[in-house]
């Protein structure tokens, strides 16, 4: 039998919950008493500190040869209203004043491009890098990375190698969005699958890259599909241990398919909550759970700090995948985000991607 005094004696335990008890979790009301419980957890790891850093998202093409329904950012070609693609040369001038204001890291995601090879990719690390040799390049999803393999011949590992040489980094954790096949057919059937996903993040801990995990809720999938998918990055986790930290990503349901399907139907606040504290309570080996204030907004980010949320993400500057699918707020500045995370009682921690600590402001 599953209750309360039964979990709460695990965690404190440090035992790791079951798949059941996860689901358990889920169909419970009392949202307070499962941050508390996450609370445990995250303060076990991370005492007060809560992590953000100085960093600037680059979008080098929204156009797509995959048409998830979930998203509003892809354009299918060129010639579609509003398709951009900028050509690795084009990019330094974009980007020279984000570090002219002292921003850290890159993270650089963007469509799978249906005409452009794989130098193009390789271009953009390089040409980013030469200029900016100091700048921590966190790019590519194992979708695109998988996307490569395929245009390339190659293997996940030599494909992550000749990116690494290139300039590479660590790897976003962007593409996982639900794993379980009965909601991936139906959200993402052309994406690498749950075993492709999780092989690429596999092949790039084994390289020495350190990676992010996320997963994409509240649309069509159920909490039998979001525990699913938790207890499968568990498991890789064990094996491959390169997962710095977790974010659950709230379906934004403006200008796209499956947002019109769902009558442009948000997350509740209640379920943003109570997901970010069953993901700190479920993935006992990810040491972080990010807050991602973009998709939160910052109002909501600092709410989580109390249930389980260690990591605010940073100072972003000009998001695409959420601003075109409802999201309004493109940018925070370091004070600003060093003021939410004190007046939720934590201190202020930059970071940078790799999670050393750069300066605590006591
Ligand atoms: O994989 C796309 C999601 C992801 C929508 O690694 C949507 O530090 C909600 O992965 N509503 C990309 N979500 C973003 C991402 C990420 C973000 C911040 C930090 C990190 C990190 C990674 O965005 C996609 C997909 O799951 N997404 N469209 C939408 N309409």
């Avoid at 090879?117 to 900016?132: A, M």
């Avoid at 994409?216 to 699913?228: A, D, M, S, T």
């Amino acid at each position: 039998m599953m209750n309360w005094s039964g979990i709460s004696e695990k965690v404190h335990a440090s035992e790791r919950l079951s798949y059941e008890e996860g689901l358990w979790l889920f169909e419970q009301h009392d949202v307070i008493k499962i941050g508390k419980l996450a609370q445990v957890a995250r303060r076990r790891l991370h005492g007060n500190k809560v992590y953000f850093n100085k960093n600037r998202h680059i979008n080098p093409t929204n156009v797509c040869a995959f048409h998830c329904n979930f998203c509003s950012f892809a354009r299918t070609s060129d010639k579609e209203d509003g398709a951009y693609t900028y050509m690795p040369e084009q990019i330094p001038d974009r980007v020279r004043g984000a570090v002219n204001q002292g921003v850290r890291e890159f993270h650089i995601v963007g469509g799978l491009h249906p005409e452009l090879g794989f130098d193009y990719y390789l271009d953009v690390l390089r040409t980013l890098k030469r200029e900016f040799p100091h700048i921590h390049l966190k790019a590519f999803t194992a979708v695109e990375i998988d996307f490569f393999r395929e245009l390339t011949g190659l293997s996940h590992t030599e494909v992550l190698q000749q990116l690494q040489e290139a300039g590479l980094d660590s790897m976003p954790g962007g593409g996982a969005e639900i794993f379980h096949w009965d909601i991936r057919k139906k959200i993402c059937p052309e994406k690498a699958n749950q075993e492709v996903w999780l092989a690429v993040h596999d092949a790039a801990h084994r390289l020495g890259l350190k990676t992010n995990c996320t997963m994409l809720y509240g649309h069509i999938e159920k909490p039998e599909h979001r525990v699913h998918h938790m207890v499968a990055l568990r498991e890789q986790q064990d094996k491959s241990g390169g997962f710095q930290t977790f974010i659950a990503l709230a379906f934004h349901p403006e200008d796209n398919n499956l947002g019109r399907k769902l009558n442009r139907q948000w997350t509740t606040g209640v379920d943003d909550i109570k997901t970010m504290a069953i993901s700190r309570l479920m993935l006992d080996n990810i040491p972080n759970i990010k807050a991602y204030w973009v998709m939160l907004t910052p109002a909501l980010a600092q709410v989580a700090l109390n249930f389980g949320a260690n990591d605010m993400d940073g100072t972003i500057i000009e998001e695409h995948i959420y601003k075109d699918a409802g999201a309004r707020r493109e940018a925070m500045t370091v004070e600003e985000l060093k003021e939410f995370i004190r007046a939720a009682g934590y201190i202020p921690v930059e970071r940078d991607t790799v999670y050393n600590e750069l300066e605590v402001f006591a």
